[in-house]
């Protein structure tokens, strides 16, 4: 029997129908493929083409399509799965494969084309999908716009629909949850390390400037080096800046410190149902192993393994013979195990997608689920905390639901981070009146004494001693009263100048915009 529609489905499938092309954007479990899937047999197109970022998805959408009452003949393309050439009437396509396959305007006749993460189609060589010219278009995802403005074209229609996590909290669609930021120190040689990437860094996008200019806005900065290297392909600054941001995420990825707390962690949580997420396969590798010591029962998934393996130990997690499953990022997206407690992301970029994207492998509900936890580990004081910052400064999130703890202490700890895209530095000021970075330990304190009479002046006159204070970047400074911060009116010295300063004297710490 087929299954039911949300009320938001059908609202969004009505809205769709009307329109014929735009995205729907709606959060991460709240069943966007099945809306899909709804949508195309309501409208009845000729043909239909499913675009999927990546080939575990084919088979989830294959579950759907029956889910939502389809019952004839599945066209699959795309990895080892191909129909030899020939197109049944639902067709289910890689974008590797779809790009080649359906850039012919004469395809798009009386056609619907879904696109499955639409984010993902808008790199130039994914674009060609769109050429077929469809009658009906829809893109789906949670994390529509976080790759810019250029999909809204390619689609058409803009977005016609959209769906928060708090509509779908409110209307129990999704189980709440809670985020956790567990941060570590990295020890002196790390940081020495780190100090020398980053002056690497800001000397190659000097040359990358004064010879093809730079994006129009910082975030833009990875999306600008890609095309560069794409039109020039001998563009050696560019390359050598990718190299060097990989160096950087590498080199932290690859601290202990994650695998340690990896490991407290699924002790702690022993009887529920867990993913670790990492970047890099040989770190999957050795902290399944150390969970395997541990006694847990764990099971591993990565692109480094046969298909046959992936698949039975996916299978394994889903029929709870393994309740712990580490994973090498292609569980991004679109894993769909409804009874999964806990997230662990032992590493990440640090884009706001996939941290979403994330949430969103733990958001979806089951009868015993009550709510659910998402740990993510981070280096303190880093470029790698800015995943965070990007997930806040997105709006995604409810900076409520997010907490930073230290490993170490248990004890919660100041983030420079957007509340209401409002961004914060916090810094404050000792008992012999030096002005300070805010960090845990008493060596973390970086004195900024230059270019800041005038603020020691202005908070002197508030009677404010010790203690910790914030600048906005709109420029007003808060205290903090022992309850909150507190508003008391204008910065003496502007945000742009304190964070020039700090840039300068500690490249190596994370603050105003950082590009992964």
């Known amino acids: 029997m087929p299954k039911d529609a949300y009320e938001w489905q059908e609202t969004a499938i009505n809205v769709f129908e009307e329109k014929k092309t735009g995205i729907v954007q709606a959060t991460t479990g709240s069943g966007k493929?099945?809306?899909?899937?709804?949508?195309?047999?309501?409208?009845?197109?000729?043909?239909?083409?499913?675009?999927?970022?990546?080939?575990?998805?084919?088979?989830?959408?294959?579950?759907?399509?029956?889910?939502?009452?389809?019952?004839?003949?599945i066209g699959m393309h795309g990895g080892d799965f191909g129909n030899g050439g020939d197109m049944e009437d639902v067709n289910i396509w890689t974008i590797n494969s779809a790009r080649t396959r359906l850039n012919n305007p004469d395809y798009g006749k009386n056609a619907m084309l879904i696109v499955d993460e639409v984010h993902r189609s808008s790199g130039p060589a994914n674009r060609a999908i769109y050429q077929m010219k469809p009658d009906w278009c829809l893109g789906i995802s949670a994390t529509a716009f976080q790759n810019g403005t250029y999909i809204v074209n390619l689609v058409g229609g803009g977005l016609i629909y959209n769906y928060t996590f708090e509509d779908a909290l409110k209307?129990?669609?999704?189980?709440?949850?809670?985020?956790?930021?567990?941060?570590?120190?990295?020890?002196d040689e790390t940081e020495d390390l780190?100090?020398?990437?980053?002056?690497?860094?800001?000397?190659?996008?000097?040359?990358?400037?004064?010879?093809?200019?730079?994006?129009?806005?910082?975030?833009?900065?990875?999306?600008w080096v890609a095309e560069i290297i794409s039109t020039y392909p001998d563009a050696t600054e560019a390359i050598r800046l990718q190299h060097l941001w990989l160096e950087r995420k590498r080199l932290l990825w690859a601290a202990n410190e994650r695998k340690l707390i990896t490991y407290e962690l699924c002790n702690e949580h022993y009887d529920k149902r867990i993913v670790v997420f990492h970047q890099e396969i040989e770190q999957v590798d050795e902290?399944?192993?150390?969970?395997?010591?541990?006694?847990?029962?764990?099971?591993?998934?990565?692109?480094?393994?046969?298909?046959?393996?992936?698949?039975?130990?996916?299978?394994?997690?889903?029929?709870?013979?393994?309740?712990i499953l580490v994973s090498c990022r292609t569980l991004d997206e679109g894993f769909?195990?409804?009874e999964i407690d806990i997230g662990i992301i032992a590493a990440s970029s640090s884009t706001a997608t996939q941290y979403i994207q994330r949430i969103g492998r733990i958001l979806r509900k089951s009868k015993s689920k009550q709510g659910?936890?998402?740990?993510?580990v981070s280096a303190m004081r880093t470029v790698d905390e800015f995943a965070t910052h990007n997930l806040l400064s997105s709006g995604a999130v409810d900076a409520s639901r997010v907490k930073f703890e230290h490993w170490k202490t248990g004890e919660e700890y100041v983030h420079e981070h957007d509340v209401g895209r409002v961004s914060y530095m916090t810094l404050g000021l000792d008992t012999k009146g030096r002005?300070?970075?805010?960090?845990?330990?008493?060596?973390?304190?970086?004195y900024i004494e230059q270019a800041l009479t005038s603020l020691r002046d202005y908070l002197a006159r508030h009677d404010f001693k010790c203690g910790r204070f914030r600048i906005s970047h709109d420029n007003n400074l808060y205290i903090w009263n022992n309850e909150r911060f507190a508003?008391?009116?204008?910065?003496?010295?502007?945000?742009?100048?304190?964070?020039?300063?700090?840039?300068?004297?500690?490249?190596n710490m994370y603050s105003g915009t950082e590009e992964e």
């Not at 209307?171 to 020890?187: A, E, F, R, S, W």
């Not at 980053?198 to 400037?209: D, P, V």
């Not at 002005?435 to 970086?446: I, L, N």
């Open 372 to 376: 659910a936890v998402l740990y993510r």
């Open 287 to 323: 902290i399944f192993q150390g969970l395997k010591d541990l006694g847990h029962d764990v099971v591993r998934e990565h692109s480094g393994m046969k298909r046959t393996e992936r698949s039975a130990a996916i299978e394994a997690f889903r029929e709870n013979r393994a309740n």
């Open 336 to 338: 769909n195990v409804p």
């Open 171 to 187: 209307d129990g669609v999704v189980c709440d949850y809670k985020i956790v930021n567990v941060g570590y120190d990295v020890d």
């Open 435 to 446: 002005f300070f970075m805010a960090g845990e330990r008493k060596k973390d304190k970086h």
């Open 33 to 73: 493929s099945f809306m899909a899937c709804k949508a195309m047999l309501r409208v009845k197109p000729r043909i239909a083409h499913i675009i999927v970022p990546k080939v575990p998805l084919m088979t989830q959408w294959v579950d759907e399509l029956r889910d939502a009452g389809y019952t004839g003949e």
């Open 487 to 507: 508003n008391i009116g204008p910065s003496p010295i502007p945000w742009q100048r304190l964070d020039i300063r700090i840039n300068r004297n500690w490249s």
């Open 194 to 223: 780190l100090a020398e990437i980053a002056e690497s860094i800001k000397i190659t996008r000097r040359m990358i400037k004064q010879t093809y200019g730079e994006p129009d806005s910082p975030d833009r900065w990875p999306m």
